[in-house]
């Protein structure tokens, strides 16, 4: 079942290859770009079913999240063509996301209690193989299997929005050089997101469903993208220097400390989506 849970190739080859089939959106035809979508994801399916045993109620959601995974960024790029709005479609991504959380949530009779059994069995091996986890067994589980499908999603988002983002920096180097960062730099969920996104966050923190904390998950990381887009904004205009910069993208890849600058980004995000004026101009 691990098998299937993993991406068929590490976390930046999925982000290259999708960005590959958004710039062939944006610049050339979708028809070649929701083949090269469907390559990838025939490719994908075939490779997690001669590696991996799927257990029937794991079937259909592992479908409709290599679904998302390979066709949402074609789908998006179609959307930033047509409307030449890319926070539009970073609205649309987070939107969509909690869309497919809630009807998870809805269809599946125990969607907490599918991940329990996986982790049970996972940790159950790692016992086996000489791991010791400190504190309660039964703590461990309950906590990372309220959380998972919030960062199933979180990753998701990760994958297909930064997808189209590589994709749409690179079809403005080739046609309009400089375009995207002024894009890039207005990035903002917007008042009635803002809102729901607030809301959101303190009905996580005093109710702890698992549904709220897994859309808290998605929004949190929604906001860790607009938060990285006003630190670029920040250096546009002078009030950071480069080097500040260049520190954060390479923290982003340092895992001991990845969480630490996720979470102060969605902070600066969150600050920045009601301090910074609507008429503000990138």
Do not use: C
Request: proline share 4%.
């Amino acid at each position: 079942m691990s098998g299937a849970l993993s991406p068929s190739l590490p976390l930046p080859f999925l982000i290259v290859a999708a960005a590959i089939a958004v710039l062939v959106a944006l610049r050339f035809d979708m028809r070649y770009a929701f083949g090269m979508a469907f390559i990838a994801g025939a490719t994908a399916s075939w490779v997690v079913a001669s590696v991996s045993t799927i257990p029937p109620g794991w079937l259909a959601l592992l479908v409709l999240g290599g679904a998302m995974l390979f066709f949402g960024p074609v789908l998006l790029a179609w959307l930033l063509r047509t409307t030449g709005s890319l926070n539009l479609v970073f609205q649309v991504t987070l939107l969509s996301l909690a869309v497919l959380l809630m009807v998870v949530f809805a269809v599946l009779p125990d969607p907490v209690g599918m991940w329990r059994e996986q982790i049970e069995l996972q940790l159950g091996a790692m016992a086996r193989a000489g791991f010791r986890f400190e504190g309660d067994r039964d703590v461990i589980i309950a906590t990372w299997a309220r959380t998972m499908w919030g960062s199933v999603a979180a990753l998701l988002l990760g994958v297909v929005f930064g997808a189209v983002l590589l994709g749409r920096w690179w079809q403005s180097l080739l046609d309009s050089p400089g375009s995207f960062g002024v894009e890039y730099r207005q990035l903002r969920l917007g008042l009635a997101l803002g809102i729901a996104t607030t809301v959101l966050f303190l009905t996580a923190f005093v109710t702890g469903s698992a549904l709220t904390v897994s859309l808290a998950s998605v929004a949190f990381f929604a906001l860790a993208f607009q938060g990285l887009a006003a630190a670029h904004r920040s250096k546009a205009v002078g009030r950071m220097d480069r080097n500040w910069l260049v520190a954060i993208y390479v923290l982003l890849i340092v895992l001991p400390v990845t969480s630490i600058v996720v979470l102060m980004l969605a902070i600066w995000g969150f600050l920045d989506n009601w301090l910074r004026p609507r008429t503000q101009s990138a």
